[in-house]
């Protein structure tokens, strides 16, 4: 942004370089009494500082994700100040990645980029040994890559990136060193608690109440495995419910247990009646319709559903947009949330959906899947959010 006051691409840097004759493009051209400073290539250019700054304006992220960068970006003197210590974090990991593309030549783009995924693989919920001796070998490159970019940058606090690899391996992710999952684990306890007076008794059966769905689900998996995987998607669709009615019916009369009354309410199907909302939370994300969006400052209607591995067929993910929340009812006061989402198209490669080599997924917004199939159930939705491509234009 070369910002004054705040840049260390300064004449006093320049002469440093000439004095150590490294670096010749860019040494200071002293014509008559004036001394000029060659423009560096890794420099943004006004225009380019602009179209950054119009970027992280427009930039709408999910709720707590981070503050409202907006705020801090100054159209007019191409500044951004006043960030927080997290937003720091955020831009550094997930947006400046996604606004230099396509701005920066590659040379420029390329280390800062790995330097972001780096700090988002150590950052990460799950750790991988295999992952972290890469980044440990791939971090010396890195910054190497960012010294022969950057020279007058670069000072010793760059080069404690080189420990944090180690440190994760020895001490595990970052998360687990937190009070937060305790924190979680502990409302979720609490948020189990029915009669107050035994709040002990409480926790305890709601938690034998997941452990028995989670094997009640095998159970049936295992039973009907052999004969569903011998059916056609037609003649699934048009007996799998009749059978799982009956099946159900069966189990119900020796079993009067609390699940045994929710896979009875639902093999009744649902009732005439539902409801309809602008907004759900789920799965940890807070989801809102595009219509309640585009009154916000936020953007939490990105929906993504990860799609199974299938030895048989290609691993697709569906991005999507949310635009409606419905609540079918069922009998004995049950519910079923299901999502109605704008599918993109993405089994169209060329002008549907693209993927670079850093695992950047660009949609396009004017396509979308001709589906009879919009709805997906609340639990199966995962959040993301959607910004403006530099890269690809059109």
Not at 67 to 82: A, G, P, T, W
Not at 191 to 214: D, K, Q, V, W
Not at 284 to 303: A, P, S, W
Not at 372 to 394: C, I, M, R, T
Request: aromatic letters at 10%; one cysteine or more; proline letters at 4%.
């Amino acid at each position: 942004m070369n910002v004054k006051g705040k840049t260390k691409d300064t004449i006093n840097t320049r002469l440093d370089l000439k004095e150590m004759n490294i670096r010749p493009e860019l040494h200071p051209i002293q014509r008559g009494e004036k001394v000029e400073v060659p423009t560096a290539y890794y420099t943004l250019s006004p225009e380019d500082k602009h179209k950054l700054c119009l970027f992280l304006k427009n930039l709408k992220v999910p709720d707590g994700f981070s503050s409202n960068i907006s705020r801090c970006v100054n159209l007019k003197d191409h500044k951004i100040s006043r960030l927080k210590s997290h937003d720091c974090h955020v831009l550094l990991q997930h947006i400046l990645p996604l606004a230099f593309r396509g701005m920066l030549s590659k040379e420029v783009c390329e280390p800062l980029i790995e330097l972001s995924i780096l700090f988002c693989v150590l950052g990460a919920k799950e750790l991988r040994i295999d992952d972290l001796k890469h980044i440990e070998a791939q971090i010396p490159i890195i910054l190497c890559k960012l010294e022969k970019v950057f020279p007058p940058f670069f000072d010793v606090m760059v080069h404690l990136p080189s420990h944090l690899a180690g440190e994760a391996e020895i001490a595990g992710p970052i998360h687990y060193r937190w009070m937060y999952p305790i924190e979680r684990w502990l409302y979720f306890l609490k948020s189990l608690i029915g009669n107050r007076a035994c709040p002990e008794g409480s926790i305890a059966e709601g938690y034998i109440a997941n452990e028995c769905m989670t094997l009640c689900s095998r159970v049936f998996a295992q039973n009907h495995i052999d004969a569903a995987q011998n059916l056609s998607d037609t003649k699934w669709d048009r007996e799998f419910i009749e059978w799982f009615k009956d099946r159900v019916a069966q189990l119900h009369k020796t079993d009067n247990s609390q699940l045994m009354e929710d896979l009875l309410s639902l093999s009744r199907g649902p009732t005439k009646y539902s409801t309809h909302s602008n907004g759900y939370i789920v799965n940890g994300y807070k989801f809102h319709i595009e219509d309640h969006d585009q009154m916000l400052r936020t953007q939490n209607c990105g929906v993504v559903v990860v799609g199974e591995n299938d030895k048989d067929s290609e691993n697709v993910d569906y991005y999507g947009i949310l635009t409606d929340v419905i609540e079918l009812q069922f009998i004995s006061n049950r519910r079923v949330i299901l999502f109605r989402c704008n599918w993109f198209d993405v089994y169209d490669k060329i002008k549907g959906i693209k993927t670079d080599e850093y695992d950047f997924v660009s949609v396009n917004p004017s396509r979308f899947l001709k589906t009879n199939e919009p709805f997906v159930l609340a639990n199966q939705a995962s959040q993301v959010f959607y910004a403006s491509d530099n890269s690809n234009k059109g």
